[in-house]
């Protein structure tokens, strides 16, 4: 009998027909600059015991966030749930001077979606540690620092005698940047996160929101910020109305359907001189380079309008468009034109038909003509600034100035193209599991595994590639140039939903820490396993199915000692790399006959690497499908502020390589690092070596990942990285983190 090894997803509830079975529809946007909410209870209530959740999608996080603040006796009683600019959650709960706080290890840096926030306090509870936690999407977070407050005391939020603030530290003028949406607080009652959300059962891991339907106590309250004119409302029925400061406003940008905002990212280059405020839709910006912005959600069908006022213009060099055209402020079209300017106060609208690859413009209101544009590959996106100026973008979470043309949309979630799949983990998926020493099954997954990379984390060891084609105890290993082989552990045998392993050391030795990362073969998945026989000829074709021209191809010979090459859209069919070796990317006509790929064959040309008389060769081929995986590349900065890749999903793994230099491969996985979106584990995909640590490589975020590590591994100044990722949520239904 086989020990079982149970994979996270097995019996995962049949999946809804609806995302989001419950809607939140409105949010308050909080300017950072003196918005907020205050409170003085009537009466005394349970502060002992008592749970605050919210909804918050982040902005200005170069600077504290404050979420709930309250003081007493001249600060000798403080209590302040806020975000530190190092990205941790804190809890401040100092009781008669003395100080208690806990502070969390995960880091929240994603301003591009919306996370659940979620304090449970409990004094009463004989177990220091229960006496406060801290979620996020409906996890308990980690604490690097916990100093819990004593048995039976109280908070001094929400007491009698002072204000509490929502979203502001007044005495030190902190005030929150961002959004927030369905703000709870239950006093006497130490709630789950289960009560306010749960897990999708379409989108693995999608933490979505609930309807609360208990009691909120006496001084408890629930805002929806459903009251345009008075968002401060109290809608559970107590009439504790909380007193509006400053001028938030209502917007529909809420966790069940995500709005754009901007970034100061342009074809994944930062923009060091770009300043965000107000939301993250006004910029700033006074110098003359890097000092553009873009959207954070870009479509590749579909009818958007979107609205950009310039507060000023300072000179004649600003723009608004989209990837591959732009409308200057002095008449000038990228293709066409000229056409009427603008300047300091004019407002202009976009619409843009992707469909057909046309652009009307209109200035304060008035249309001045439709243009055809050629879009740049991939998503296109809203672009705008340059030259110093400050400019507002409007993305359809407050109403436009102007009326959108018919079959126009806002830019949001919403109105998104379908994803190819909902569910990542129907076709690719990782598993960090420890070894039992004897043989046994991997089972439950919910993608049918036909290639399996498995690797030893925690000690030295080969990696070990198995697939369904050529056959279960047959395997390869990116770190050898070896013919195939056949060893007496590994994958023995494969099922529809799993695996077997062995006992060995590079397997499933006892106590030791193994990867798996599996995918499912498919054009739907974009990716196919074909073998072929060589013949010596050149421009031999080698048909695929991988549902469209392939962009990224690993390539072996089985029964030699030929080593690994790879195709990369990036570097084209004049080049290729080997994922055995740290070499840069080498010109050679002779692997791919410099013939570009196409959606039924690609080339290979006469090299013993990829076509000898009576060679046998295996090719794992790749496309990208969007919001389950994207082929990329990207030039790196040297710099811990590196570029931002824009995959269209919240990453699950990716593999690359500095094509430039002298480099290893990289294999990362969030899974790998504990799910953490602050990736600081990978390992080599070309050694034997064990996993390998840093102080931060990648930071994933709900559309992609940030680089922010200098590392030539993975950013050397000026070189071309490239590489594949995989989902674990595409952006449309997504979390942040």
Request: glycine share 12%; with cysteine; proline share 5%.
């Amino acid at each position: 009998m086989l020990d079982p090894i149970s994979h996270p997803m097995a019996g995962q509830e049949a999946r809804e027909a609806c995302v989001f079975p419950h809607r939140i529809d409105y949010s308050a946007q909080f300017d950072g600059a003196g918005d907020d909410l205050t409170l003085t209870p009537v009466t005394e209530d349970n502060r002992k015991t008592f749970t605050l959740s919210m909804w918050v999608k982040l902005s200005g996080i170069a600077s504290e966030i404050i979420f709930a603040r309250s003081e007493l006796n001249s600060l000798v009683q403080q209590f302040e749930l806020r975000r530190l600019t190092t990205g941790e959650m804190h809890l401040l709960d100092e009781i008669d001077g003395n100080t208690h706080f806990i502070q969390t290890e995960p880091v929240f840096v994603d301003c591009t979606n919306h996370i659940h926030v979620l304090l449970v306090r409990d004094s009463t509870q004989a177990i220091a540690e229960e006496r406060v936690k801290l979620f996020v999407n409906g996890e308990r977070l980690a604490y690097s620092t916990a100093q819990y407050p004593p048995q039976n005391t109280d908070s001094c939020f929400m007491t009698a005698t002072e204000p509490s603030y929502l979203f502001s530290n007044r005495s030190t003028g902190r005030f929150f940047d961002g959004y927030a949406s369905r703000v709870e607080y239950i006093p006497g009652l130490a709630l789950t996160p289960e009560m306010f959300g749960k897990f999708s059962a379409q989108v693995d891991g999608l933490w979505i929101p609930k309807g609360y339907s208990g009691s909120y106590g006496t001084n408890g309250f629930r805002l929806d910020f459903s009251d345009a004119g008075n968002l401060g409302a109290d809608t559970s029925g107590n009439g504790n109305h909380w007193t509006v400061g400053g001028a938030p406003v209502q917007t529909s940008d809420t966790p069940t359907n995500n709005h754009g905002v901007l970034q100061p990212y342009v074809l994944g280059d930062l923009q060091g001189n770009v300043t965000l405020s107000n939301g993250n839709l006004t910029q700033t910006c006074s110098a003359t380079s890097d000092d553009r912005t873009t959207g954070t959600i870009g479509f590749s069908e579909g009818k958007f309008y979107w609205e950009i006022e310039y507060t000023t213009v300072t000179d004649m060099q600003n723009f608004v468009g989209v990837y591959g055209f732009a409308w200057n402020s002095d008449g000038t079209l990228t293709n066409d034109g000229p056409i009427a300017g603008f300047a300091s106060g004019d407002l202009l609208g976009l619409a843009v038909d992707r469909d057909i690859c046309e652009v009307e413009l209109f200035k304060n209101g008035v249309s001045q003509g439709v243009f055809p544009f050629t879009p740049l590959e991939g998503p296109s996106r809203p672009i705008q600034g340059n030259q110093p100026h400050t400019l507002t973008a409007n993305f359809g979470a407050t109403p436009f100035a102007y009326a959108p043309p018919v079959g126009f949309k806002p830019l949001c979630a919403a109105n998104l193209e379908e994803p190819a799949h909902r569910a990542p983990g129907d076709g690719v998926g990782t598993l960090v599991r420890e070894g039992t020493g004897v043989q046994a099954t991997v089972s439950g997954l919910a993608a049918r595994p036909n290639l399996v990379f498995m690797k030893r984390l925690d000690a030295d060891g080969t990696w070990m590639l198995f697939d369904t084609v050529h056959g279960a105890g047959r395997s390869l290993a990116t770190n050898s140039n070896g013919a195939e082989a056949n060893p007496t552990n590994g994958i023995r045998e494969f099922f529809n939903d799993g695996y077997t392993v062995g006992d060995g050391s590079n397997d499933n030795a006892l106590g030791g820490q193994y990867l798996d990362f599996f995918l499912q073969r498919g054009p739907e998945f974009g990716f196919d396993i074909v073998t072929w026989v060589g013949d010596g000829v050149s421009s031999r074709q080698i048909a695929h199915d991988c549902g469209g021209t392939p962009e990224f191809i690993m390539v072996k010979a089985l029964t030699s000692t030929n080593g690994w090459v790879a195709y990369h859209k990036a570097l084209g069919a004049t080049h290729f790399i080997q994922p055995h070796q740290v070499s840069a990317a080498v010109a050679n006509s002779e692997i791919w006959g410099d013939v570009e790929p196409n959606s039924l064959a690609f080339t290979v040309g006469n090299n013993s690497t990829v076509n000898a008389p009576a060679e046998t060769y295996i090719a794992y081929v790749f496309r990208s499908v969007p919001g389950f995986s994207e082929v990329f590349s990207f030039e790196g900065n040297g710099s811990n502020a590196g570029p931002r890749a824009n995959l269209g999903f919240l990453p699950l793994a990716l593999l690359g390589k500095n094509a430039t230099a002298t480099q290893d491969w990289f294999f990362v996985s969030s899974d790998m690092d504990g799910g953490r979106n602050n990736i600081e584990r990978w390992v080599e995909g070309n050694t034997v070596e064990q996993a390998f640590g840093s102080p931060g490589l990648f930071s994933f975020f709900s559309g992609g990942f940030d680089v922010i590590n200098s590392s030539s591994l993975i950013n050397g100044n000026a070189d071309t990285i490239v590489g594949i990722a995989w989902a674990a949520q595409p952006f449309k239904y997504s979390n942040a983190f």
